[in-house]
């Protein structure tokens, strides 16, 4: 079975420009998470959806931080203008329901320069 | 207070030996409980989920005590494969998720 699939691994850009996250949850998965980790502040949840619609987004830094699940198999975390505060590795993750256990894809490891 | 709280480390320990780390929690509501690890520079991954009565799975152990609020995980006889972050999991009626910091385990030859 696929896991949870995220796009770029890595990104590398200059600070003002904007910059767009993408992740495809396991089929079946009703809940999808984003985190942002950093060494400083561990794994930081910032915005989780289920069944496409946002649940709770407190975790957003930012309104240079938005989120989007246009359907159940695709969800985008745009940063626009970035900063480079904003470098760290931001997972995305899905799980069945409340539950139980979340699934991690790889990563992006963001470095906004 | 956090939610979840975990002590960080470092645990340095050698082969073999048997290690435990706590995690607490600070809402008594609080439903299901996982043991995730994290590899250096890898995503976090389900090592084995907590139950009430505590559970097994190999080297493994994990409890969980409701009365004092914590969750524990044994590590018996550790593997240098063993070395990674170990991070808690809590989660709570009205979708909440919270993720502890991670403790560090390095098991030295």
């Known amino acids: 079975d696929a896991g949870v699939i995220q796009s770029p691994r890595h990104e590398v850009t200059e600070m003002g420009q904007e910059v767009t996250l993408r992740c495809k949850p396991i089929?079946?998965?009703?809940?999808l998470f984003w985190y942002r980790q950093t060494m400083m502040r561990g794994l930081e949840l910032l915005i989780y959806f289920n069944n496409n619609v946002p649940i709770d987004d407190s975790g957003m830094p930012e309104d240079r931080f938005s989120a989007k699940m246009p359907n159940a198999s695709f969800s985008t975390l745009k940063i626009q203008p970035s900063e480079p505060r904003d470098s760290a590795v931001y997972f995305c993750?899905?799980?069945?329901?409340?539950?139980?256990?979340?699934?991690f894809g790889d990563g992006t490891r963001l470095s906004i320069l | 207070r956090k939610e979840v709280e975990q002590d960080p480390g470092p645990f340095n320990v050698p082969e073999g030996a048997t290690v435990a780390f706590n995690c607490t929690y600070s809402?008594?509501?609080?439903?299901?409980f996982f043991w995730y690890r994290q590899d250096c520079r890898k995503e976090p991954k389900l090592l084995m989920s907590v139950y009430s009565s505590g559970n097994e799975d190999g080297r493994f152990t994990a409890q969980l005590n409701r009365a004092s609020q914590y969750i524990s995980l044994l590590i018996r006889d550790s593997k240098l494969s063993d070395s990674a972050t170990y991070l808690c999991?809590?989660?709570?009626?009205?979708?909440?998720?919270?993720f502890g910091t991670g403790t560090s385990l390095t098991v030295i030859p």
């Open positions: 999991v809590v989660t709570r009626t009205g979708n909440q998720f919270y």
């Open positions: 809402n008594s509501a609080s439903q299901s």
């Open positions: 089929s079946g998965h009703d809940y």
């Open positions: 993750a899905s799980s069945p329901n409340r539950d139980q256990p979340q699934h």
